[in-house]
């Protein structure tokens, strides 16, 4: 195989894994696993795997979790939904399964959590999540304001 077809094969394969991501990104709520993942992308779940891992960084299943743990996080924020239906809302069908993981990536349980953000919030010290959000989203190159040239 030339190189160049085997670039053109690599940059296929990317397209494919990139599908998948946005999948994982558009419906992390539905029951997705990684044999569901690989048949819409007509692989089988081992170099679907590999593929994504050598991609992305991480698994396919972590970037579904990663994806969810972030959602419920928004979720419970909010402050009005328990853990369970935080849970739920967010695809996870084991409350124990969702909790083990919002504690690995997040530091503390869910419902400790949701009680930090709320005393927080009485206590003033955190502002409202959409500034938090406003504030903490990447600059893209033409949003950034230009270079002050005094600086240089």
Same mark, same amino acid.
């Given at each position: 195989m030339s190189t160049r077809s085997a670039d053109e094969q690599r940059?296929?394969?990317?397209?494919?894994?990139?599908r998948v991501r946005d999948r994982i990104d558009? +419906?992390?709520?539905?029951p997705l696993d990684v044999e569901a993942l690989a048949r819409g992308?007509?692989?089988?779940?081992?170099?679907?795997?590999?593929?994504?891992?050598?991609?992305?960084?991480?698994s396919p299943y972590s970037y579904l979790m990663t994806r969810r743990?972030? *959602?419920?996080?928004?979720?419970?924020?909010?402050?009005?939904?328990?853990?369970?239906?935080?849970?739920?809302?967010?695809?996870?069908s084991s409350l124990g399964t969702f909790s083990t993981r919002f504690t690995e990536l997040v530091g503390v349980s869910p419902r400790a959590y949701r009680d930090q953000v709320a005393a927080e919030e009485r206590a003033g010290g +955190?502002?409202?999540s959409c500034v938090v959000k406003s504030?903490? *989203?990447?600059?893209?190159? *033409? +949003?950034a304001p230009p270079a002050l040239s005094h600086l240089a």
């Amino acid at each position: 195989m030339s190189t160049r077809s085997a670039d053109e094969q690599r940059l296929r394969q990317l397209v494919v894994l990139r599908r998948v991501r946005d999948r994982i990104d558009r +419906e992390y709520a539905q029951p997705l696993d990684v044999e569901a993942l690989a048949r819409g992308a007509h692989m089988s779940a081992g170099h679907l795997s590999r593929e994504f891992r050598s991609a992305f960084g991480e698994s396919p299943y972590s970037y579904l979790m990663t994806r969810r743990i972030e *959602r419920a996080m928004a979720l419970l924020r909010r402050g009005d939904l328990s853990v369970t239906e935080v849970c739920f809302a967010v695809g996870c069908s084991s409350l124990g399964t969702f909790s083990t993981r919002f504690t690995e990536l997040v530091g503390v349980s869910p419902r400790a959590y949701r009680d930090q953000v709320a005393a927080e919030e009485r206590a003033g010290g +955190e502002p409202p999540s959409c500034v938090v959000k406003s504030a903490a *989203r990447p600059v893209r190159n *033409r +949003e950034a304001p230009p270079a002050l040239s005094h600086l240089a």
